[in-house]
């Protein structure tokens, strides 16, 4: 008898995967919307602010990026994918050990910055001098530091000064700026956090169910079935690969194969995004000189 109830009870056991449904998790639209993987839940209420941890060489492609972890916070569900928001970035610890030697000081630097929008976001910069350093000479970084990337999240929003974090800029802007005072030997933006989103940003978690898409996609013929005159819609142009990019920049006089991919990894996806820029907006890009600024704003601009 008692093996006959301990049989029953076992296939009474409920086998909690089998009600769980997998969700791919997509990055925000500064990572183009990238596919970082998926995760289980049993309902779509359950992925509230889960929090997705990717390396940014998985999101963009680049192995020198292996080292620096991306945070994205979920805030929304559409079907099966889950929409996600920057929420910070770390670097891993080994990389951060490698950094620093003996007889070098290091510098921490933790600084709250408040983007064109209103995000207020914490940035932790470690500087690493070439010799030991005393007191004075840090605090004299630290406030050029501080000087420096509050004036840059100024002016930028926070996709564009995230891009700087994540990809050096913005490191390269401090360790010049810092010259003058003592000369570092590597500056890194080892951490991010976004502290406060502005009140109107739509952040809000918002589910949309299978069927509530399904209706959706069933009122869109209904709503181009009317009396008047259907106009066509011009077709959206398909999206250029990087490779068709940076051959199309290499047609610009005097831009070569590395010069486009800065180009590139600066944020323009396409000419007409470069037609658009000012010789100031082209300095920003790291690797672009002046001189190189006005020749390109010059190709593109032949007629003044």
Not at 15 to 31: E, G, L, Q, T, V
Not at 89 to 105: G, V
Not at 191 to 214: A, G, M, N, Q, R
Not at 263 to 292: N, R
Request: with cysteine; proline share 4%; charged share 40%.
């Amino acid at each position: 008898m008692a093996k006959r109830k301990t049989r029953r009870t076992a296939r009474r056991v409920k086998d909690k995967w089998k009600s769980k449904r997998w969700y791919r998790i997509i990055a925000p639209d500064m990572f183009e919307g990238a596919v970082v993987g998926e995760t289980p839940a049993s309902s779509p209420e359950l992925l509230l602010d889960r929090v997705s941890e990717i390396t940014l060489q998985d999101l963009v492609g680049d192995f020198s990026k292996v080292h620096i972890k991306v945070m994205l916070k979920v805030n929304g569900v559409r079907g099966g994918e889950c929409i996600t928001r920057y929420v910070g970035h770390d670097m891993t610890t080994d990389y951060i050990r490698r950094l620093t030697r003996r007889r070098r000081s290091k510098v921490d630097a933790v600084i709250d910055v408040q983007t064109k929008e209103g995000y207020v976001v914490r940035v932790k910069v470690l500087s690493v001098t070439d010799k030991r350093v005393n007191t004075s000479i840090k605090n004299s970084i630290r406030l050029r530091q501080e000087e420096i990337i509050k004036k840059e999240a100024k002016k930028s929003t926070l996709s564009t000064l995230v891009q700087k974090l994540l990809f050096g800029k913005l490191a390269t802007d401090v360790k010049k700026a810092c010259k003058d005072i003592y000369p570092l030997k590597r500056v890194e933006i080892r951490k991010s956090e976004v502290l406060l989103v502005p009140s109107d940003e739509d952040v809000e978690f918002k589910i949309v169910t299978d069927k509530e898409l399904e209706s959706e996609k069933e009122e869109e013929p209904s709503e181009e079935a009317s009396e008047e005159p259907e106009v066509e819609k011009p077709k959206k142009k398909k999206e250029l690969t990087k490779t068709e990019v940076l051959e199309m920049f290499q047609e610009i006089e005097g831009v070569g194969p590395t010069m486009a991919e800065k180009l590139y990894d600066g944020g323009y996806k396409s000419i007409k995004q470069l037609e658009k820029a000012s010789k100031e907006d082209l300095l920003e890009v790291e690797g672009v000189g002046p001189s190189f600024s006005e020749r390109i704003y010059e190709a593109l601009h032949p007629d003044g």
